[in-house]
């Protein structure tokens, strides 16, 4: 059974940061591109940021610079630092894993709730 259990949300002022971490369980963790991505009430979901099983790092242009996606291969876990936060950036965070053909796999976790306010 496939499990990917993101934690590290919560509710921080703006400026600060948060680590997100997400555990996978259930599928061969390093052979999967890892992303991250959010949904806020009444939008769409969106990429955040992605890593491939070679490292390769991709960023929506708003968290360029700020935000900062790793994986640890040995604790099946991808993270993703988050500095300087905005309010806009309050949404549920979610974490993805994928194969390059989905049809092999495509997973996502429950989410956790990221809240940006002063």
């Known amino acids: 059974q496939v499990q990917l259990v993101e934690s590290g949300g919560g509710l921080v002022q703006p400026g600060e940061s948060l680590r997100l971490s997400c555990a996978a369980s259930?599928?061969?963790?390093?052979?999967?591109?890892m992303g991250w991505y959010r949904q806020a009430p009444g939008n769409q979901r969106e990429l955040v940021a992605t890593?491939?099983?070679?490292?390769?790092?991709n960023y929506a242009d708003s968290v360029k610079g700020r935000f900062t996606i790793s994986r640890d291969n040995a604790k099946n876990t991808v993270y993703l630092q988050m500095n300087s936060l905005k309010p806009g950036e309050t949404a549920v965070y979610y974490c993805?894993?994928?194969?390059?053909?989905?049809?092999?796999?495509?997973?996502w976790g429950q989410g956790t709730q990221v809240t940006v306010s002063s």
């Open positions: 993805n894993a994928v194969r390059t053909q989905k049809w092999l796999g495509d997973y």
């Open positions: 259930g599928i061969h963790f390093s052979i999967y591109t």
């Open positions: 890593i491939t099983s070679g490292g390769t790092t």
